[in-house]
């Protein structure tokens, strides 16, 4: 069975800081990853994936996360952050062999003037 | 671009009652699924269907069933709700065409309150 942890719960920075939300995900199989953002009283929407070659892979808003295998970890990044960018982030994975997906805690970003 | 819309944004029903949730995507998708989100739980799956009268038990179906008897709708059903029932639900869907890699689009979620 696959599972996914963010490690933080919380994210809190000021505007133009960079930032990084760490994701640690379990599998005994080959994986897809993916980072969704949900903006208050919405749904999710999709920022970036992982399915294969380049480790390093970029999303809408210039987000962008790193594969990394030998740590397990899928963490998503951004180099200078905008109050708009507030919103809970999910890191989420799928089997390669299935469509089911199964999805972090969260991690609230609030970014501060 | 995908479209999901869930029936209502705000419900409140009485404990007992029988809830129906409702979701329909417009893009033809074979697969639907349907979540709950809870703080510091991330979102858990409750049911999925792989295509039209096909249904899967996810990680939490206890209390729940579904039906997809049309391709577009997907309905959640709680057959006599509790308090613990209460909670935000969000429905996705997603076609299998093009690999497995076809990532799932979310509705806005629908906020249930059981009293």
């Known amino acids: 069975a696959q599972s996914v942890t963010q490690l933080d719960s919380q994210v809190p920075v000021f505007e133009e800081a960079p930032v990084e939300l760490r994701c640690n995900y379990s599998?005994?199989?080959?994986?897809?990853l993916f980072w969704y953002v949900q903006y208050p009283n919405q749904g999710l929407q999709l920022l970036l994936k992982?399915?294969?070659?380049?480790?390093l892979v970029k999303g809408i808003n210039g987000f962008e996360a790193e594969f990394n295998k030998s740590q397990t970890s899928f963490h998503l990044r951004k180099p200078s952050v905008h109050i708009s960018v507030t919103a809970e982030y999910f890191c989420?994975?799928?089997?390669?062999?299935?469509?089911?997906?199964?999805f972090g805690e969260g991690t609230q970003l609030t970014v501060n003037p | 671009d995908v479209k999901v819309t869930q029936s209502s944004r705000y419900l409140v029903k009485r404990t007992g009652e029988k809830v129906f949730l409702e979701c329909v995507q417009d893009?033809?998708?074979?697969?639907m699924f349907w979540y709950r989100q809870d703080p510091g739980l991330g979102l858990r799956l409750i049911y999925f269907s792989y295509d039209v009268k096909m249904k899967e038990k996810g990680d939490i179906p206890e209390g729940y069933s579904v039906s997809r008897e049309k391709k577009e709708r997907f309905s959640l059903i709680l057959e006599s709700a509790s308090t613990n029932q209460t909670s935000m639900y969000l429905c996705?869907?997603?076609?299998?065409?093009?690999?497995?890699?076809?990532?799932?689009?979310f509705g806005d979620g629908t906020r249930l309150s059981i009293l």
């Open positions: 996705a869907s997603r076609t299998p065409a093009g690999g497995r890699n076809q990532p799932q689009h």
């Open positions: 992982y399915l294969s070659g380049s480790t």
């Open positions: 893009m033809d998708h074979e697969n």
């Open positions: 989420a994975v799928s089997e390669t062999s299935g469509s089911r997906l199964t």
């Open positions: 599998s005994s199989v080959s994986v897809y």
